[in-house]
């Protein structure tokens, strides 16, 4: 019983010596200044919005990066061709712009065509599929701003898509999306179809195709290109030559079987999809960083409201204080998962990776405002740099070519 006490108290205590020793990072609360959020997109938005109120936040308790050594300039990291950042406004609308990115970067992959493509496009026929889904289902179906990553290859088998030339979105000289007006008036009248019970489909998807004609502009369905005429469908299958069925969806998560394919139950997979790629953790991470070597980017979703992730440095780290890296694994990614504390809050492009002392860094392309807050005229303005802890913790899922994960798929 004796030896028992003692070899405890051995264990206790070297234990404490190693946690001891360890660096520790530190802690700061952040004074809130105004960034490109509210002094850009706010600006325009409130021309749309007169009753928006002005954000008050006083302190932000966040990880302190000051004294740290950080690789947070874009020309350290190796990155494959896409497109210039772009900012999504206010609409919440990340799943559009993350996945078309990257799918222009595919197009430049495939057949070395650099095309930007319209995000409001894509946008546009999801809310309708959605309202859809809402009369189908008689209003149990998820209508809201967010989707998922295969949301965007799901709609352009379905309507194709058209270069951003062709279709902004932007009306009356507006300079960033601004969908909450929209959006209000089309879940308004989605619940007044529930309250009445008037599932008239037809009926429904022409009145939100009204309120969206009016906010954003009707989609063409045809257009020129090069003296050549093309449908949205036509430029896909002809132009682009990308098969929308080549995409596939990679997920780590505990709760289910690993080695199948489940659904990913999260509000914006609001039709359900049960095909998500369900792998381990490190056969996740693995191929993450194969395939960026290989020259393959991702459309990437996860959580970005972390005290580690920095609006000042744009870096993303998983401090000490939250959770040591040697202690990041299956579990602790699921029981963040499970309590709420990762949700699938943002989807970005995964473009770039860096070495440093050991550890894989990844440049991330991003199109909302909490990457805007530094020089405009900079290099880093609009993206992210993830230490590969934060992918491993807060990263849920990606879409990426099927080629880049042959040997993977192979397994299911």
Known sequence: ??????LILAVFLLTNIAFAQKDRDKVKFKEYEAGYYQNFILKDVREVNTKLKKTEIDKRFQMDHT?????????????????????QGNGGSCWAYSTISFLESEVYRINKKEVKL??????????????RGYVQSRGTTNFSQGS???AVTKS????????????????????FHTHEKMFNEMESYLKSVKKSNA????????????????????????????GKSYTPKTYLSEYLKINPDDYVEILSY???????????????NWWHNEEYYNVPLDVFMDIVKKSIEDGYTMSIGGDVSEAGFSRE????????????????DEDSRQFRFSNGTTTDDHGMHLVGYYEKDGVTWYLIKDSSSGSRNNDQNAPEFGYYFFHEDYIKLKMMGFTIHKDAVKKTLKKF
């Open 118 to 131: 319209s995000e409001p496009f894509v946008v546009y026929w999801e809310y309708v599929e959605k309202a």
């Open 1 to 6: 019983m004796k030896k028992s006490i003692y």
């Open 156 to 175: 352009w088998k379905l309507y194709g898509i058209v270069p951003a030339s062709e279709y902004t979105g932007l009306l009356n000289g507006r300079k």
């Open 254 to 268: 505990k709760q289910a079987d690993y080695w199948k394919q489940v659904e990913y139950k999260v509000p914006d």
């Open 313 to 328: 440095t744009n870096c993303a780290i998983v401090p000490t204080f939250d959770l040591p890296s040697e202690y990041i």
């Open 67 to 87: 004294d740290l050594d950080l690789p947070d300039k874009v020309n350290l990291y190796k990155s494959e061709w896409h497109n210039p950042v772009i900012s």
């Open 199 to 226: 599932w008239n489909e037809t009926e429904v998807l022409e009145t939100i195709k009204s309120i969206m004609n009016h906010h954003i502009g009707e989609p063409p369905t045809e257009f020129s290109l090069a």
């Open 148 to 150: 998922e990553g295969n």
